[in-house]
């Protein structure tokens, strides 16, 4: 079975072993304990599945309780209605949560269109 030490996985995903020891200590990653007083870490093939999912999830801006939770459906059978209707609704409510920041982001821009119009037309005058 293929390991990998936390170098190897920062390297690979693009992060510092100080996040990933961050998100070991929030419960989504454990790997074994090697070396000399266990100060070594041995991650899996499932800690390095479980690092993916989780920064796939921090892209798509989901919280790491959102993230666990799906990471946790991810481990147990995918195929029970329960684990697939949290799942659904944990994308429903990121969804809603995404639109209204595109509503606000819209009506932002809008605003920063009208001054910058009002901006260019005086400017337009003070250089007549």
Known sequence: MATYTISELA???DV???TIRFYEDQGLLAPERAGTGG?????S????TRLKLT???KRLGLS???IRDLIDMY???SDTVAQLER????LARHRRTLEQQLRDLEETLAEIETHEARARGLLAELRK
């Open 11 to 13: 390297r690979e995903f």
């Open 16 to 18: 510092t072993p100080r």
């Open 39 to 43: 100060r070594q870490r041995v991650y």
């Open 45 to 48: 093939q499932r800690d390095r």
């Open 55 to 57: 920064l796939r999830g």
């Open 64 to 66: 790491l309780s959102e």
């Open 75 to 77: 481990d147990s059978p």
């Open 87 to 90: 799942f659904l609704a944990v």
